[in-house]
């Protein structure tokens, strides 16, 4: 969802026990695919907008849309959501609130769920919203704004390791280098990443313009990055191609004629490298021990 509208080497850290993924449909797209579009910031705002004015859509919706797809692309690279231990790290604003929703979906599915928060409290009601059903449902969380680094680790090493973190702090509206807690827990992600979690970036990796594909501070690196409606404009950059890793364009129920009339066709670069949709992939990952350094 758009907002607003919303190396280290081997170390104790490294072992833990595997959760074995099952081959399954590839990230990524069909280059030649007409139903491919990439949008600017401004367009998806306008996309939010004129989905509710237009079309009757509320913001809401389209966010458990956008919150259900991240936590089925999660469950399809880890393999099975059973024994599946999660960190889902949400921001304070609507990119945080699809996070609160892939949460209890990954919950109802099976999965152990942990929720980090950079911010005790959501900035937009559908945020608020989803995150009090969450609380409804006793689903872990915690919050790591006063120490982010350090919480965060003592939070995971109390679930005994996770296997994937969901990087739901920043989404499209950001456009300035990350600060405070959500700064250090984009560092605290990456320290994951290189310890052999996977990372899994709900619309953009955060800390990304998505108009540019570039950062002005530290920014995710994501092995799946789950983009909501289409494209952004930044993902076509060189800047962003060691950021995004597999890209799923997940369709969360805006009118198609509504984004055919505000994206733009692709026309792929040739420096894009990313698999078409039916290559098989998997991703064996290693539980993630907590590291404080």
Known sequence: MSDPRHGDGDSPHHAGDEHEPVPGRGAGFHA???????????ALREVDRLAASRYGLPTLVLME??????ARATLDRIGAAAGARIAVICGPGNNGGDGFTAARH???????????????????????????????MDVPMADVAARPRELAERAVTTLGGVHA??????????NRAPEGPVR????????????????????VPSGMDADTGGHAGPVV??????TFAGLKQGFLSLDAQ????????????????????????????????????????????????????
């Open 106 to 136: 990954l919950t109802n599915a099976g999965a152990e769920v942990l929720v980090l928060l950079s911010h005790p409290e959501p900035r937009t009601p559908d945020a608020a919203g989803q995150l009090k059903t969450l609380q409804a």
């Open 242 to 293: 060691g950021l995004l890793g597999d890209v799923v364009v997940a369709d969360i129920g805006v009118p198609r004629e509504l984004l055919d009339q505000l994206g733009q066709r692709l026309n792929r670069p040739a420096h894009l490298d990313w698999p078409v949709a039916d290559e098989p992939r998997s991703i064996p990952r290693a539980a993630h021990r907590g590291a404080a350094d």
């Open 32 to 42: 030649t695919d007409s139903e491919l579009l990439v949008f600017t910031a401004a």
């Open 184 to 203: 250090e827990l984009i560092e605290w992600v990456n320290h994951a990443h290189r310890h052999g979690v996977l990372v899994v970036a709900a619309d």
């Open 165 to 174: 973190v969901v990087d739901c702090l920043l989404g499209t509206g950001v």
């Open 65 to 70: 849309n956008a919150g259900r797809e991240l």
């Open 221 to 226: 690196t994501a092995d799946v990055t789950v």
